[in-house]
């Protein structure tokens, strides 16, 4: 998995490769420099101080700073280049996943929650992108600069380069059993991150909710459950990673006793010169920093390794429903067939939602859809503009079947009003311009006289260029399907479906909707789901679905005379005004 997940995440570097590349080579050139420094000190020290020598101090001195130069001038090419690459590599990854995402079927969206899905677009991109950038530099840096202090120990003293290697030991058995420990717990602060994201997305989209319910000290409580577990996890993983500073701090100054002792016993034997001591204790200063840093970068790259695996599960995500290859474009006329049709939700509960559903519409005709809550209404209409696949069976749109048709031309042929409706940020043309981009003004007008907007968008204050907030927070219910409609006409579809879209209209509007659908659009083949009788009394037929399989498909009328279940829905709607989602065979009792 791991080989996949990082095979998968390299493949967006993209056009950011040369950055990454150069940054190494900058940053080697950089350490060659810094390295060099406390070997040319030494010379300063032995050569020119200690030999009173003013010449050999100029020009070591000279040689120093040429080195320091030399070595600035390569970290802020490094650091440039570096923030290209790993900012770019950010970009690219989200750039990726939001595309993939925009191709999900509604079938790969329920197999990730919202806030999940925003915490890989951020959270864990953010640590992908700090991981890169210290794989670019600091891991390129350390191993280096400990190996060549190393071997400028050896250079100097191979007696004292026995303590390097005896600290270096140490340090990274101490170092594997932290690293080990952090790892399992950050996965699980990721998981918590979700959900805590989850909890302020769900509570942000339905503040309105809460506050008529005046549940906030709930929603508050819920949230400080979260935000405690993801604390508790935080500590957890923090403290870990804490006790890498003091036994790095403990080895550092070993390692300074452990030089000064055996250093100080060299140069009194004259097997050292005070120069050399002098370079050793940088040097040591360098490979011990070098370590803390390697430290670091474990730690990072544990910790991003969970957010890798998050990331790429995304990019890799296959989406169910892909474009057919090679793909039909012509839809000739509005016809929907369901051959036999049964459709399960893949994640459920394994149980059929639809059963054996076999239904013809022709072309231009309307057909109502009725049925208590669970019955399959909306699991039917679904299918028609392949936002799922059917299980079993198959579904056809102007005599093809829906899986051969390029799904560009299926979805302007299909329009669908779902029972969410939502409007996004802009204006109102704006939001109409999402069925066709290209509609004029006198365009927008006609479709939302169709859909009985048109009146009270003109009483708006700038009419059609009145701003439309997040959601459609703005605007009312009714208003806001009506809108919502009329969007759909827009795209001219041969088959508009209606799920419950009108349920916030009033039954005047409601009325003038269809009336208008069936002046205006007379060849458009219509599916309505509604609750209400009166919104598909007129249809040419009216579908009644129980527990996702056909009870009854006839005209009012008949269905009136024939079937017992729309008898029953017709009794509670016209003598009682109630629900006909209520249990059967019982009267609620009346005072």
Excluded at 318 to 344: L, Q
Excluded at 528 to 554: E, K
Aim: net charge neutral; proline share 3%.
């Amino acid at each position: 998995m791991p080989s996949d997940m990082f095979k998968t995440l390299l493949r967006h570097i993209g056009q950011y490769r040369t950055a990454a590349l150069l940054t190494p080579a900058f940053i080697m050139l950089e350490v060659v420099m810094e390295v060099l420094i406390p070997y040319v000190t030494g010379w300063l020290i032995d050569r020119g101080i200690n030999a009173g020598n003013l010449v050999g101090v100029y020009r070591y001195g000279g040689l120093m700073l040429a080195l320091a130069v030399v070595s600035l001038a390569m970290g802020i090419l490094a650091g440039r280049f570096v923030a290209r690459a790993s900012t770019g590599f950010a970009a690219n990854l989200r750039k990726a996943m939001y595309r993939n995402i925009q191709r999900f079927a509604f079938s790969d969206i329920d197999k990730y929650s919202t806030g999940g899905l925003v915490t890989r677009l951020t959270t864990d991109v953010n640590n992908l992108q700090n991981a890169f950038q210290m794989i670019l530099r600091t891991s390129i840096r350390a191993p280096f600069t400990l190996l060549s202090s190393i071997v400028m120990c050896f250079v100097i003293s191979r007696h004292m380069s026995v303590v390097f290697i005896t600290a270096t030991v140490v340090l990274a058995v101490i170092l594997t059993f932290i690293i080990r420990r952090v790892s399992a717990t950050m996965a699980q602060v990721f998981q918590q991150y979700d959900r805590v994201n989850a909890v302020v997305q769900e509570n942000v989209s339905a503040i309105r909710v809460v506050k008529a319910f005046v549940r906030e000290e709930h929603e508050n409580s819920k949230f400080d459950l979260a935000a405690t577990t993801l604390y508790r996890l935080y500590v957890k993983a923090e403290s870990l990673m804490a006790v890498n500073h003091p036994v790095m701090n403990l080895v550092v100054y070993g390692c300074i006793i452990a030089i000064s002792w055996f250093g100080a016993r060299l140069v009194v034997g004259g097997q050292l010169t005070t120069g050399q001591l002098t370079s050793l204790f940088t040097y040591v200063m360098s490979i011990l920093m070098s370590l803390m840093m390697l430290s670091m970068i474990f730690v990072q790259v544990t910790m991003s390794v969970a957010s890798g695996k998050r990331v790429a599960e995304v990019l890799n995500e296959v989406p169910d429903i892909v474009n057919p290859s090679p793909a039909d474009t012509e839809i000739p006329d509005g016809r929907i067939d369901f051959n036999h049709v049964s459709f399960a939700y893949k994640g459920g509960s394994g149980e059929y939602a639809l059963h054996d559903i076999d239904l013809h519409l022709s072309a231009g005709e309307t057909l109502g859809v009725i049925g208590g809550t669970g019955s399959g209404k909306t699991s039917l209409i679904t299918l028609v503009s392949r936002l799922y696949d059917v299980t079993l069976g198959s579904v056809a749109v102007g005599g093809k079947d829906v899986r051969t048709l390029d799904l560009t031309a299926l979805r302007d042929a299909v329009a669908v009003v779902l029972q969410k409706n939502v409007l996004f940020s802009g204006t109102v043309l704006d939001n109409l311009r999402w069925g066709n981009p290209a509609a004029t003004l006198d365009e927008c007008r006609a479709a939302c006289r169709i859909a009985q907007a048109d009146d009270f968008v003109m009483q708006m204050p700038q009419g059609y260029d009145t701003r439309i907030e997040q959601g459609g927070a703005n605007v009312s219910g009714g208003q806001r399907q009506r809108l919502c409609i009329a969007r759909a006409l827009l795209k001219h579809p041969q088959v508009l479906v209606l799920d419950d879209s009108t349920s916030a209209c009033d039954n005047a509007t409601d009325a003038a909707i269809r009336q208008a659908l069936r002046q205006h659009l007379p060849a458009m083949t219509r599916i309505i789901v509604a609750q209400r009788i009166s919104s598909l009394r007129d249809c040419d037929r009216i579908l009644v679905l129980d527990g996702g399989r056909i009870s009854g498909c006839d005209t009012h009328d008949n269905l009136l005379r024939t079937n017992k279940i729309y008898q029953e829905i017709c009794a509670i709607q016209e003598e009682d005004g109630g629900d006909f989602d209520a249990p059967r065979g019982r009267k609620e009792d009346k005072p």
